[in-house]
């Protein structure tokens, strides 16, 4: 959607990144049901000024992770945790340069705010 001057306005480009924001917030659900057979509770995604996308997943725990944690086995917990948010980084990365052909430079796990969140910064290549 250009404009006759060749740029598209920021009322067009604002909607073309929330639209982008609820496809990807949807393909992460679809992921994690996919890939890990758990529905989260919430996913956000979010363009930064900086054009970095924030991604944030909520009730991320599989019931495997939960049950090793309740049984005191909080070490096999973590480690599969991170095996589990590695596998969703990488295939959130596939999922941006396949499916939407966004290329992106780097894909960052941040430290999560909450036990069972999962926060990712994508930086794209420009």
């Not at 973590?78 to 095996?83: G, K, L, V």
Request: charged share 30%.
């Amino acid at each position: 959607m250009l404009t006759s001057g060749g740029r598209i306005s920021k009322r067009q480009a604002l909607k073309q990144l929330t639209a982008i924001e609820k496809e990807l917030e949807e393909k992460i659900r679809e992921l994690y049901s996919d890939f890990v057979g758990h529905d989260v509770s919430a996913v956000n995604c979010k363009f930064l000024e900086s054009a970095d996308l924030y991604v944030s997943i909520e009730g991320s725990a599989s019931l495997p992770e939960k049950f090793l944690e309740e049984w005191g086995s909080t070490k096999l917990a973590e480690d599969m945790r991170n095996a589990i948010d590695q596998i969703i980084r990488n295939k959130l990365g596939e999922t941006l340069e396949n499916d939407l052909n966004l290329q992106t430079n780097q894909i960052s796990l941040l430290k999560p705010k909450q036990p069972e969140q999962i926060d990712i910064l994508i930086d794209f290549s420009v």
